[in-house]
């Protein structure tokens, strides 16, 4: 699987090179008004700079996992926060038991999760063992390979949409933002790696709207199919990339769209045909959404996950995953959350909103540090950051910025589904590439705004009664 992910991101990034492109200095097609922009570096001088950052980044994430020993993840429960779920299936796989048993007992076959990540994962197991230290370390170099080059798609994104001085600053700071580090260096799952295809994905669709052929499409729907068995809930903002790559509609680009959505499909069959053979049913890449929804929604969750009932946490709810097997487990758990949301509709309501809070602002979470719970300083970080995206966003409507309906799903639609689930801030870390550009920019512009701090001394004057 590590040698198809690799192939797979080595012909979408040569597809980007080969587009053809238009020069920034060109009016944008179909009507869209041109934007001014700065003048752009050179070719070569560009590239030193892309490249500069990317290795600077690499490098910086190498020296984070050895030097501060982020290698060493706590053995508690058996290395469970070693991937977690991620983690017993790719143990599994590299046992030679298959792709299963996603908790601490052998419970068989599994969808809990997209294929791709557990499969490399369970690769690097059998060469360097399973839950050792030498795995961590080159997980998550792997997770960092993944975090660097996105510093290369975010400067090209940037680039064509908000110029070079916003392409600099984005991809800079991706590359040395301590909370962007944090994600490779620390989490052995897959959003490093999601957060590369996505922002690949971008990168394409930001090209094949001035051009594109049928071997561009062809790509592109090579791409998504591997984000597809990646991290599955991306695939909520292909439709909205595709609507804006065709708009206004075209006859070449709707057969392209046709020709990426097929390949798409082709891409995904296999898992799909595995997991119908394996459950004797139809099951789309993973099958543990009703588990989402009914851990976070129930009597006992407050809006937010109840770790006891888990399975992956409770022996008595792993017991019964075993007892039952995961398909059948599932169903319960589908039935358990139709069943809380008809006879508590308003409690349900109120989980919603507040998850949507919880989403931009981050779950409640104990923050100790020398004694103090710092809970309101972490709310603040989140909920800035997602603040100044926001106004990056209504900046770019402001100055009819042609690209600005392509970002405003990234901050509108995909969070839709965390809204009904427990929000964890990892989920969130696939649109931060957007996040950043917009913070990027609305800071960048924001230098043209001259406030001027006039102070008198008022004049006191004596009178004499």
């Not at 790696?193 to 790509?219: C, E, K, P, Q």
């Not at 007892?323 to 508590?344: A, C, P, Q, W």
């Not at 997602?386 to 690209?403: D, E, Q, S, T, W």
Request: net charge positive; hydrophobic share 50%.
């Amino acid at each position: 699987m590590s040698a198809t992910t690799s192939t797979c991101c080595g012909e979408a990034i040569l597809a980007c090179d080969s587009l053809a492109l238009v020069n920034s200095r060109e009016v944008v097609q179909d009507g869209i008004h041109e934007l001014p922009r700065e003048p752009a570096a050179t070719k070569p001088g560009r590239r030193a700079s892309i490249l500069l950052i990317v290795i600077v980044a690499f490098v910086l994430r190498l020296l984070v996992i050895t030097v501060g020993h982020t290698y060493r993840i706590t053995p508690r429960r058996d290395h469970f926060q070693f991937g977690w779920e991620t983690g017993r299936i790719a143990r599994s796989i590299a046992l030679g038991q298959g792709f299963g048993s996603p908790t601490d007992l052998t419970t068989g076959p599994s969808a809990w999760t997209a294929p791709v990540y557990p499969y490399v994962l369970g690769q690097v197991f059998k060469v360097f063992g399973i839950y050792t230290n030498q795995s961590a370390w080159v997980i998550l170099a792997f997770n960092s390979i993944f975090a660097a080059l996105t510093c290369w798609t975010l400067y090209r994104i940037a680039e064509r949409i908000f110029g070079p001085s916003v392409a600099h600053g984005t991809a800079w700071t991706w590359a040395v933002f301590p909370y962007v580090i944090y994600w490779p260096v620390r989490v052995v799952w897959d959003v490093c790696l999601s957060t590369f295809l996505l922002s690949l994905a971008l990168l394409l669709a930001v090209r094949m709207r001035d051009h594109a052929r049928g071997r561009a499409w062809i790509v592109y729907g090579v791409l998504w199919g591997l984000i597809a068995v990646t991290n599955t809930a991306l695939l909520i903002l292909l439709p909205f990339m595709l609507a804006w790559i065709c708009y206004p509609v075209r006859r070449t680009a709707v057969y392209g769209e046709m020709l990426s959505i097929f390949i798409l499909a082709l891409c995904v069959t296999p898992w799909t045909i595995r997991n119908y053979r394996v459950f004797g049913r139809f099951v789309f890449i993973r099958d543990n959404l009703p588990l989402e929804l009914h851990e976070a929604n129930n009597d006992s969750s407050a809006a937010l996950w109840s770790r006891t009932e888990h399975p992956g946490n409770d022996p008595a709810a792993m017991q019964k995953f075993q007892e039952l097997g995961e398909i059948r487990y599932m169903d319960e758990t589908k039935r358990e959350f139709l069943s809380f949301v008809r006879n508590h509709p308003e409690k349900f309501a109120w989980f919603t909103v507040e998850r949507v809070w919880y989403f931009w602002a981050a779950p409640r979470q104990a923050t100790i540090v020398a004694g103090y719970d710092l809970w309101v300083s972490r709310h603040m970080q989140f909920l800035l950051a997602a603040v100044f995206a926001f106004a990056g966003m209504i900046l770019m409507f402001v100055r009819k910025n042609p690209y600005r309906w392509l970002l405003v799903p990234f901050l509108l639609i995909y969070p839709l589904p965390y809204y009904l689930v427990n929000p964890f801030p990892r989920y969130k870390h696939p649109i931060e590439t957007a996040m950043v550009m917009l913070i990027v920019f609305v800071l960048w512009e924001a230098r043209t705004v001259q406030v001027r701090w006039t102070w008198r001394p008022r004049q006191m004057e004596w009178r004499r009664k």
